[in-house]
């Protein structure tokens, strides 16, 4: 595997890439790093496909602009055209997770002549409605924690995540897996774990003596140092971009998804359960997952898994991309 550093929107994008064959980019979430698809990028290699994963920008060896506007998804998602004209494709496949999944889907969105198909874990596709996402949950959230509304004034979260990454991490991490979120519904009423409006992101969550099976100490080394060397703020500004993206997608409110798709999720996944009604079935999820699309090739729900799906489930999640883009 080789890093690259390769042209973005005016900037440069950082990519591990290896193999030879039709393109495939891998985009990745927050808080994260190329270094999350560090299970698939082999096997999709040697099963005759070039991988280019990316850091986003504001993320670990790409550049890392200061201003929020910057971090909009207009822009990111021509930074992930650029990578594949910079790789001498003229097509290719993309694959995100997390805000990785908007990111790819808006790809596809931009770039239809350019993406032959789009597949995201965690985060399905939801067009433009009638207000941006950011401002429905200023309303749904309204006198409550929620993490989001916590990063959108500028500094706040990033001298708190900053001042320890590690156990920043730790807590990001095992808060959202399948074991945190078992923890924490079984915990539901316990008030040691309850968030006030006034909250920190990282108050009154749960800490674990014991790292899961799914990261070792030496992934999350890697990881600690690359947001030591890179911080945070680009990260967050992706979260305070929202309402620019509301302005700057206007032309593709209410549309269904064009592309030939695949949506991956795990059982246990926050994001399955964001501005929901706890009373909604399993059944209601799934509805939410697979209604925006015109070709929604596959849909894989995987038991037992939280938020990071491909580093939970990695076999599994790697066979899934590979059922999907060999049925193409």
Known sequence: MNFELLEGHNLKIRAAVEGEGPLVVLVHGWPESWYSW????KPLSQAGFKVAAIDVRGYGGSDKPHEIDAYSLKNIAADVAGVIDSLGYQEAYLFGHDWGGPI???????????????????????????????????????????????????GVAEAEFEADVKTAL??????????????????????????????????NTPSFETYPAWLTQEDMDYFVTEFEQSGFRGPFNRYRAQDIDFEELQEFKGVSYPLPACFITGTLDPVNFFARDESASADDILEAFTKNYDDLRKVEIIDDIGHWTQQ??????????????TNL
């Open 38 to 41: 560090r299970h698939q990028i």
């Open 170 to 203: 730790e807590k990001t991490y095992f808060g959202g897996d399948g074991r945190g979120m078992k923890f924490m519904f079984e915990n539901f009423d316990n008030p040691a774990y309850k968030k006030t409006v006034d909250s920190t992101m990282l108050e």
């Open 104 to 154: 790819v889907w808006t790809t596809g969105l931009l770039y239809p002549d350019i993406i032959k198909a789009v597949g995201a874990l965690s985060v399905p596709y939801t067009p433009i409605g009638d207000k941006s996402l950011i401002q429905l949950f200023r309303e749904l959230y309204k006198g409550k924690f929620f993490y989001q509304l916590y990063f959108q004034k500028e």
């Open 312 to 325: 939970e489930s990695p076999e599994l999640v790697t066979k899934h991309m590979l059922d999907f883009l």
